[in-house]
């Protein structure tokens, strides 16, 4: 089992900046390098809609509406995985949650099972951009 913690959601006028913490824990992630991590988000009465992934390798995936503006940095030391958002924009307003699926896959494909609810997330946290 995996738990999943979200931080740092809240309240920013259009322009401004967040960063998004998810700290992991749990036996099943004793190795960073088993796990693919995302963030996706969903707005009320709006589907879920995938942000951003990281692979096993590194490698990462962006959803059009947030590159350029969205980073997903992961420190593998503290088993933390962040998402730096800059520049939002009130479409950016959702609940933001991360997720984590083990294996190996690239980050679009883990992006992609992750959006459709494969594997574990956390309990979210808001993002308001007004």
């Known amino acids: 089992h995996v738990q999943l913690v979200e931080s740092g959601g809240g309240s920013v006028q259009a322009g401004g900046t967040l960063r998004l913490s998810c700290a992991a824990s749990?036996?099943?992630?004793?190795?960073?390098?088993?796990?693919?991590m995302a963030w996706f988000r969903q707005a009320p009465g709006k589907e879920r809609d995938g942000v951003a992934a990281?692979?096993?390798?590194?490698?990462?995936t962006y959803a059009d509406s947030v590159k350029g503006r969205f980073t997903i940095p992961r420190d593998n030391a503290k088993n933390t995985l962040y998402l730096e958002m800059n520049s939002l924009k009130p479409e950016d307003t959702a609940m933001y949650y991360c997720?984590?699926?083990?294996?190996?896959?690239?980050?679009?494909?883990?992006?992609?099972?992750?959006?459709?609810?494969?594997?574990?997330r956390g309990q979210g946290t808001q993002v308001t951009v007004s």
């Open positions: 997720a984590a699926v083990r294996g190996s896959m690239t980050a679009i494909q883990a992006l992609d099972f992750m959006t459709r609810g494969i594997g574990y």
């Open positions: 749990g036996q099943s992630y004793s190795r960073y390098d088993d796990w693919c």
């Open positions: 990281i692979d096993n390798d590194g490698s990462t």
